[in-house]
């Protein structure tokens, strides 16, 4: 199970993510996030660094060329995308580099299939979070899972919104085929873009697959 922890600020807390062989680390380019990254991360030291770990920029609705700016100053692996972009605009930033395209649920969702159905073509990866009138991420709350374990999908997702090292049993219950990933944020963290790592370490240990027997 690959985890992605979102909203760092801090390079040391990078670097420490890279320690702990965390899959991906989410650097949040939303200039209304209390997480923004601009003017707290030495933009060339991310570049630079030879990190597995892959590095998310995270945008609301932002223009090509922010992006393909932030990709080229910070190095970015991939790109999540949490507003209204549209298939066409996925698909031509596809070209360039990988992207999640962020879906936002409630219990006004009927059919996930329905709402990921024009993007099938246009990412790599979905990502389901918590819907919010006032907030594009970052919520702490969580949304009714079901809706997405009855769903086919048929492409390697992300789930976020809430999600804790109190989830790690339910995370292990969550079954899909195509269940590639989780994603957390608010609830490893001291203050808004400062990680406990004891969190993130407890989270890392409890998704451990169990080890076989004997030997």
Known sequence: MNIKVCGMT???QVQQLEGLDIDFAGFIFDKNSPRYVEGK???????????????????????????LD???????????LHGEETPEFCADLNEDVEV????????????IDELV?????????????TKSVTAKGGTGKQFDWSVIEKSK???????????????????KAFKHPDFYGVDINSKVEKEPGEKDMSLVLQFKIGMKPPSPKGG
């Open 10 to 12: 801090q390079l040391k």
């Open 41 to 67: 991360l030495d933009k060339k030291e991310i570049k630079k660094a030879d990190y597995d770990l892959k590095k998310v920029g995270v945008f609301v609705n932002p223009s090509y060329s922010d992006i």
């Open 70 to 80: 932030a990709i080229e100053d910070y190095g970015l692996d991939v790109v999540q």
């Open 100 to 111: 999640i395209k962020v879906f936002h649920i409630d219990e006004t969702i009927k059919s």
């Open 117 to 129: 159905a024009p993007y099938d073509g246009a990412c790599d990866y979905y990502l389901f979070d």
């Open 153 to 171: 999908i048929e492409k390697p997702f992300f789930l976020s919104g809430g999600i804790g090292v109190e989830d790690i049993k339910r995370i």
